[in-house]
């Protein structure tokens, strides 16, 4: 076997045979190989979580000409842009979907969350905090389109009419609300809302993985230090090789030998980092797994209190649903169902004749009040809805909920959440954990020689 000289003649410095030095040395370097990999790997998992990199010329026309699996690698921006981002944040829309898929999708309904926000005192907070609003949206109103009404009215009939709309506030939020649940399954789609928020904010997405599986991402770093143990049977290996000269063996460089090592230890310890947190998910004999169930969905109590509280104070939040049933993919149908409530409160309002009279001589466009009236609403609503106390009072809500309904899912169903997330790019941490192995193989190389 063709050996390598290190920099340092360590058996005349110590005193002690190579075997000595191999079954030492190599065991810690492989620890540090496998600490350093995992380390590396997790930090890689989230950070940074905005593309950040530099120009390289002629890197755009070279990228045209790489492999499909090799341009999908969060290290290229368009434009010859060389960088990195993590993958999970790089990866937002699609982590997103499989997010809501493994978790929200199965522990409730559109119309489950939507009653957990208690529409019911939504209404009262609504009525209470548009208070305020309430005269000058009416008046601004009634002068646009009942202004030949409004003008031949004495002015305390004008202030009955306004203290009548003001008195009707909590009746028109109520019913507003209501009518809204009633349709909720067309005007909320819950997982488009997670998806474009998570999109537009990939470091949330990050902070939710993260906050869900903080101990074990601790875990998988510790776990590298299993490289030592594989280092064993590669020092063994090398010093049986150079005593004994095996006829096949001996003629493979000694130094391929400790890089392709390094390199398969780099990647078994990050396999099995994967594998014990997440597999099995429900408990299984020892003769199937020595460790019985993965730490993660072991740890579902404690976790599924995790996951729900990051979920209602950074997703499901008041803020968020009200947004997107009013500017979301429906919100033209969320106004029309507003505009109907306030059509049918004008006409309690006003008296029939009144109406009746505007609508004959042309004199009142109803339907244009009603649609400037709702949008009036609409532009008010998130305002009031971003609330901090408010909002904290439903996150408590919500995540009270999803708890309880994280905690009856089953221990496999329940470990996918994270688990899904991170088997996307699996290999990808493999071949990183490979290559950092190759590294640290060649210092011990360079410091020991093979």
Known sequence: MMAVSGIIDWESLTGQSKFVIDIVSIPIFSAIAGLITNWTGVIMLFSPSNFTGFYVPGLAALFRLLPRKVQILPIFAPGGILGFQGFIPCRAEKMASLLVDMSISRIGSVGTFYQELEPDKMAEFMAREARPHVRRIAVDAIETQYKWLWDTMPAPLQDNVIATIDKRVPQISQRAFQRVGEHIDELLDVKLMTV?????????????????????????????????????????????????????????????????????????????????????????????????????????????????????????????????????????????????????????????????????????????????????????????????????????????????????????????????????????????????????????????GA
């Open 196 to 448: 474009n928020h998570l999109r537009r904010n990939p470091a949330v997405l990050s902070e939710i993985f993260q906050g869900m599986g903080k101990p074990e991402l601790r875990f998988m770093v510790k776990i590298g230090a299993l490289g030592f143990f594989f280092g064993i049977p590669l020092a063994l290996y090398l010093s049986w090789v150079h005593m004994s000269h095996p006829p096949v063996l001996s003629a493979i460089p000694s130094w391929l030998v400790v890089l392709c090592g390094a390199a398969m230890i780099g990647v078994i310890v990050n396999i099995l980092a994967i594998k014990i947190v997440f597999e099995p998910g429900d408990p299984q004999p020892r003769y199937k797994y020595l460790w019985k169930q993965g730490i993660f969905p072991k740890r579902q109590h404690e976790a599924a209190a995790q996951v729900a509280d990051m979920m209602s104070e950074k997703v499901l939040t008041v803020s968020n649903f009200s947004h997107e049933l009013l500017f979301g993919a429906s919100g033209d149908k969320t106004a029309a169902y507003l505009a109907e409530v306030i059509s049918e409160e004008l006409d309690a309002i006003f008296t029939p004749v009144a109406t009746t009279v505007g609508r004959t001589m042309g004199i009142v466009d109803l339907d244009l009040l009603e649609r400037k009236v709702s949008q009036e609403i609409v532009d008010l609503t998130p305002e009031l809805f971003y609330d901090k106390e408010f909002n904290e009072e439903k996150a408590k809500k919500i995540a009270a909920f999803s708890t309880k309904k994280f905690r009856e899912l089953k221990p496999s169903e329940f470990s996918e959440m994270l688990y899904a997330a991170i088997e996307q790019d699996a290999w990808l941490l493999y071949a990183h954990g490979g290559l950092l192995g190759v590294f640290v193989g060649g210092a011990h190389i360079f410091l020991f």
